[in-house]
């Protein structure tokens, strides 16, 4: 059964850090590139970062470049999202998402998310 | 403000046709595929079209996308109760290699 589930999320303090994980069943992370995507309570979806099949094209959103770093360990079929010097408005549900091949946001599974708080 | 421009609501009612617009520019969707999401409030998004037209397995032909020029439609024909959700567009864009998505639509079925 394909599957996403992310963990890692939780309360942390402005100026602080946090690690993302993401466990991937049922496909290989060499076979598809991977997003993070966020959405903040109530607000719509945002784009955060794209690491491609060979971890050689990373992308990241104006907003998170310089302070998150995706990576991926395709033999533990394991991704994260490492954050740091969070601000409050890094606040919001954090999902994981798989990329249909030859699409850039063609994403066609995605986790349940975890929730990150930046608040003091 | 999304680059990608969505209405913020449709209405309609069960069993009508709806369409969604996004519209974008040369960089982004004229140029690259255009995606299509539909979001139960507190679920995941799901995907409803990839590729502008494509429908992943299971969705079922009620859903269809189109794109022309820097525009994308998203139709919805033979709606449903069900059908009630946000519905956001997403494309690539080259310039500054990084996914954006619209600001959503939410669509009510009266």
């Known amino acids: 059964q394909v599957q996403l589930v992310e963990s890692g999320g939780g309360l942390v303090k402005p100026g602080g850090s946090l690690r993302l994980s993401c466990a991937a069943s049922g496909f290989s992370l060499s076979d598809h590139y991977m997003t993070w995507i966020r959405q903040a309570p109530g607000r719509g979806l945002e784009w955060v970062s794209y690491?491609?099949?060979?971890?050689?094209?990373?992308y990241y959103a104006d907003s998170v470049r310089g302070r998150f770093t995706i990576s991926k360990d395709n033999a533990k079929k394991f991704l994260f999202l490492q954050m740091s010097s969070l601000t409050r408005d890094d606040t919001a549900d954090y999902y994981c998402?798989?990329?249909?091949?030859?699409?850039?946001?063609?994403?066609?599974?995605w986790g349940q998310g975890t929730t990150v708080t930046v608040s003091s | 403000q999304s680059v990608l421009t969505q209405p913020p609501s449709v209405s309609a009612a069960p069993g009508q046709r709806v369409t969604i617009s996004c519209s974008g520019s040369?960089?982004?969707?004229?140029?690259?595929?255009v995606s299509w999401y539909q979001q139960v409030p507190g679920t995941p998004p799901k995907l409803l079209i990839y590729?502008?037209?494509e429908r992943p397995s299971g969705i079922p032909d009620r859903f269809s996308g189109s794109k022309s020029g820097t525009s994308a439609t998203l139709v919805i024909t033979g709606l449903q109760t069900g059908d009630g959700a946000d519905y956001y567009c997403a494309a690539w864009e080259s310039n500054h290699r990084v996914g954006l998505f619209g600001g959503g639509t939410t669509l009510t079925v009266l």
């Open positions: 690491i491609n099949e060979d971890a050689d094209s990373i």
């Open positions: 590729a502008n037209d």
């Open positions: 998402v798989r990329g249909a091949p030859g699409t850039y946001t063609g994403m066609d599974v």
């Open positions: 040369t960089s982004n969707i004229g140029n690259n595929y």
